[in-house]
């Protein structure tokens, strides 16, 4: 931990990783997302060894969902997306994989969230945009989280960007966080590593850190 100016500079992951200064964000580990990843028993698995370390640890938890909207409710951006993903041209094809309450919109039943923990929804990759997430860190006095879900490259590391723009500090644990297309994932993972903001670390390296400092 370096120091300048009276504030303190986090540079390692020992310096944030404790339950009174990070949360866990589990990102979209729902079932509709899960079973497009070619490891996703392996994601899910690994993800539920950081989730319950984390509860151990006394760790803030919170969820990430994404939501798809109705047509109706769709704009430019909402269909691009979709017609993106989806692999068509015409609109009106649109199929909304993600609708409240739908089958494919549930968190995976291995990582059910407890009444002490919270799931946001989403309709964007970035997990801070439109949602209170970055609200709930910042008031209970957090300065930087872990995430581990699906996927890497489509919104893992857009969340992480977006949290170094408002000060926060990401904590990627690469083997809990599943890719659709793993070249594509890599060189997220080497955009960040360029980048310098983000901390990035493996979930065994991750727990054992935290088992050494649960809230008492």
Request: charged share 20%.
């Amino acid at each position: 931990m370096q120091r300048a100016h009276g504030i303190l500079i986090p540079q390692s992951l020992e310096d944030v990783c404790h339950p009174l200064r990070m949360a866990l964000i589990v990102y979209d580990m729902q079932v509709g997302i899960v079973r497009q990843l070619k490891d996703g028993a392996a994601i899910v698995e690994r993800a539920v060894q950081v989730v319950n370390a984390a509860r151990e640890a006394g760790m803030r938890v919170i969820f990430m969902r994404h939501m798809s909207l109705p047509p109706k409710l769709m704009g430019a951006s909402q269909f691009r997306m979709a017609m993106a993903w989806q692999r068509i041209d015409d609109p009106s094809q649109v199929k909304p994989w993600f609708l409240r309450d739908s089958p494919a919109f549930a968190i995976v039943p291995e990582l059910t969230p407890r009444p002490d923990e919270v799931i946001f929804d989403k309709i964007t990759m970035s997990a801070f945009e439109g949602t209170p997430l970055a609200i709930v860190l910042r008031d209970t006095g957090l300065a930087a989280f872990a995430i581990v879900g699906a996927a890497m490259e489509v919104g893992i590391e857009p969340t992480a960007r977006h949290a170094a723009d408002i000060g926060l500090i990401p904590v990627i644990i690469r083997d809990a966080c599943g890719a659709g297309n793993k070249a594509a994932a890599e060189r997220s993972l080497e955009s960040l590593a360029f980048a310098g903001d983000a901390i990035q670390t493996d979930s065994d390296t991750f727990c054992r850190l935290l088992a050494q400092n649960p809230i008492r």
